[in-house]
């Protein structure tokens, strides 16, 4: 069932992505107001774009996460392993992902320090 759907998600958002699904919308939404004065701008006319859209971005907001979390988990797990192979890398590193807020502030405080040195030749932290 999970392959199917990160399969079935990673179609849908190449498809749903791409600019000839943006021209699709963009008809649809033409359409709909043209249609207008035919339905005398009724309520009914109303609600048939404002389901749709509705519905369209719930469904959309799953494939979309589901992507990203993919997309995500691969980068992390490439990055892991960059880190990894080089000797010199800190490896408390690694899974800083899943570290606290606070973890994570303190490394970005330490690689901040290391860009605004004057020289740019500091060495890491921890080295």
């Known amino acids: 069932m999970n392959d199917f759907f990160r399969r079935f998600s990673h179609c849908a958002s190449e498809r749903l992505g791409s600019p000839w699904a943006f021209v699709v919308a963009i008809t649809v939404v033409i359409v709909w107001a043209l249609m207008g004065p035919a339905a005398m701008y009724s309520e ?3 609600l048939l774009i404002n ?3 509705t519905i369209v971005t719930f469904l959309m907001v799953f494939i979309i996460q589901n992507t990203q979390n993919h997309d995500s988990r691969a980068l992390h797990l490439k990055l892991d392993e960059l880190i990894h192979a080089v000797e010199s890398a800190r490896d408390d590193l ?4 899943n570290a606290s807020e606070d973890e994570q502030a303190a490394h970005l405080q ?3 320090d ?3 040195s004057a020289n740019g030749t500091a060495a890491l932290p921890g080295r």
Not at 94 to 97: F, L, Q
């Open 44 to 46: 009914t006319w109303q």
């Open 51 to 53: 389901t749709g859209t």
């Open 94 to 97: 690694v899974d800083i992902e």
């Open 110 to 112: 330490e690689f901040e």
């Open 114 to 116: 290391i860009r605004r």
